[in-house]
């Protein structure tokens, strides 16, 4: 004689079971995956000090005729350097040259053409110059030999470009706004 075993259907049960664990282990992995990837979203924002420092303002009573005073903009030197008279009229009679040719008041703010403000960095290897040196009376870059004059026009040597005049303004008549 045959038995009949008894069976009982648990089908509705399992299915939900299965779903619930699918939803978690899919859960999982999302979070798991967002946790991974936050570091290299979050690496790629700009570092505080630079949001800071996107603008600044100096004031340029501080520096003398004939003299630069460095500042730090974004993590680069900038020269605000206060021109004489004579350097004024030799730059300004000079016409446009560097590379691109530019003249100085092509360089400078009108009203304000004694003070000139540059990035400090030679556009041929990022080297900082040294002021008031090389054949032209501006900046000498003694790491290739590139020589600027004092507008900040490449003149001799290996850089390319002429000194990188930044975004700026004057905000009053003593008062500069960097970026």
């Given at each position: 004689?045959?038995?009949?075993?008894g069976?009982?259907?648990?089908?509705?049960?399992?299915?939900?079971?299965?779903?619930?664990?699918?939803?978690a282990?899919?859960?999982?992995?999302?979070?798991?995956?967002?946790?991974?990837?936050?570091?290299?979203?979050?690496?790629?924002?700009p570092?505080?000090?630079?949001?800071a420092m996107?603008?600044?303002?100096?004031?340029?009573t501080?520096?003398?005729?004939?003299?630069?005073?460095?500042?730090?903009?974004?993590?680069?030197?900038v020269?605000?350097?206060?021109?004489?008279a004579?350097?004024l009229?030799?730059v300004?009679?000079?016409?446009?040259?560097?590379?691109?040719?530019?003249?100085?008041?092509?360089?400078?703010?009108?009203?304000?053409?004694?003070?000139?403000?540059?990035?400090?960095?030679?556009?041929h290897?990022?080297?900082?110059?040294t002021?008031?040196a090389?054949?032209?009376g501006?900046?000498?870059?003694?790491?290739?030999?590139?020589?600027?004059?004092?507008?900040?026009?490449?003149?001799?040597?290996?850089a390319?470009?002429?000194?990188?005049?930044p975004?700026?303004?004057?905000?009053?008549?003593?008062r500069?706004?960097?970026?």
């Open positions: 004689m045959t038995e009949s075993v069976t009982t259907q648990h089908g509705g049960d399992d299915a939900t079971r299965r779903d619930f664990i699918h939803i282990a899919g859960a999982a992995a999302a979070g798991a995956g967002v946790m991974a990837a936050w570091p290299l979203i979050n690496q790629m924002s570092a505080a000090d630079t949001l996107a603008s600044i303002e100096f004031d340029v501080k520096v003398q005729e004939g003299q630069q005073v460095v500042i730090k903009w974004q993590g680069k030197p020269f605000v350097r206060y021109r004489t004579a350097e009229a030799k300004e009679g000079e016409g446009a040259v560097g590379s691109p040719p530019e003249t100085d008041a092509a360089r400078t703010k009108t009203g304000h053409e004694k003070y000139l403000v540059v990035v400090g960095s030679c556009t290897l990022g080297c900082v110059p002021f008031n090389g054949d032209y501006g900046w000498f870059c003694p790491c290739h030999g590139s020589h600027y004059d004092a507008s900040g026009r490449i003149r001799k040597g290996p390319p470009l002429n000194l990188v005049v975004t700026y303004d004057f905000v009053s008549d003593t500069v706004k960097i970026g």
